[in-house]
């Protein structure tokens, strides 16, 4: 989605003279940013500390669809979501590469909105925007990003570092971003039927936001920090509350109990599943693209998170053996499942 109506064609300014174009607007944020675009590769100084990297690609038709993503969001969220990967290790991102490729059906307007979002959340997150590519496309829109970030030895967070007893938390709720994108998508197929109608998303503002512009939960790691908790393992939400705690599961070689009335879904998510004839629970479970962060910490750490409104407590690590389970709210106990998200799994 368009929203400077001006048009000028891609090839009035040649690849580098693109490059040359959006670089006028990139600012450096960190120290360790020696030199950012403009040489043959960017120069990077993390001292001592770690050095975190993490790509994702995002593609047209398979994961953002431009009939309802207006493209500054589009550039936002592709930032932010990559920012999440970083902060989901308990580091913190410092450089993004952002690698695009584009039809002849795009302008420089358009790249210019994508950058626009881009270039907001480095601002935002101060993270600089240090280099990438731009070619062409025979169809399309593909966004390839990379994040470097740093972390300390002792501080950094792996999926397998789970222990016996830990508490399981997650920050914020679930299942918005999910329901959100029902919204879009039902309004979507509306107006393929008769276009003179005019979409309906009001009172839906929170969970079209939590879809279409995430935020990553910088604050909860920073929060942990100060209140010197270092979680155990830790994970951001991309694909679903059960695919990714049973990720740290897997990993950690542990079992788990997590509570159905302990997971926080806020009443706008409520309400509109129950409009989609949805259950709750399943969307917080299964929906993603939340990009809260799950974590675990030592039981000797509760009393420093439990009166904290954006930190839930939802269960907690047990013996391998035992398996991972969910406790409903008639206090029956199931298999924990995943259905979340899978590149490559045939969707129906």
Sequence with gaps: ?????????????????????????????????????GDDAAVINY???????????????????????????????????NFS??????????????????????????????????????????????????TTSPYGLTLSLTVLGTGEKDSICYRSDAGDNDLICVSGDLGGAYMGLQILEREKQIFRENPTVQPDLEGNDYILERQLKPEARKDIVEL??????????????SDGLASELLHICQHSQK????????????????????QFNLDPTLC???????????????????????????????GHITDKSSGCNLVTRDGKQHPLTAQGWDSFLKKN
């Design 224 to 237: 942990l920090r100060e209140l010197k908790v270092k979680p155990g393992a830790m994970i951001d939400i």
């Design 284 to 314: 917080a479970l299964s929906g993603g693209e939340d990009y809260e962060l799950l974590f675990t910490i030592p039981l000797r750490e509760h009393d420093k998170i439990k009166n904290l409104k954006e930190i839930t407590i939802i």
């Design 85 to 134: 990967d970083i902060y989901a290790m308990n580091g913190k991102p410092e450089q993004l590469l952002v690698s695009i490729a584009l039809s002849n059906r795009f302008s420089v307007e358009a790249v210019e909105e994508i950058y626009e979002g881009l270039l907001l959340a480095c601002k935002k997150y101060k993270v600089d925007l240090v280099g990438g590519d731009t």
């Design 255 to 274: 079992g788990c109990i997590i509570h159905e009335e302990k997971i926080p879904i806020d009443s706008q998510t409520a309400q509109c599943a129950q």
């Design 1 to 37: 989605m368009l929203e400077n109506t001006t048009r000028t064609e891609l090839s009035s300014l040649g690849e580098f003279g693109l490059i040359d174009h959006l670089k006028k607007s990139i600012q450096l944020h960190n120290s360790s940013s020696l030199k950012g675009i």
């Design 47 to 81: 001292s001592n500390n770690y050095a975190l990297v993490s790509t994702d690609m995002l593609v047209e038709g398979v994961h953002f669809d431009l009939a309802y993503v207006p493209l500054r969001h589009l550039g936002y969220k592709a930032a932010v979501v």
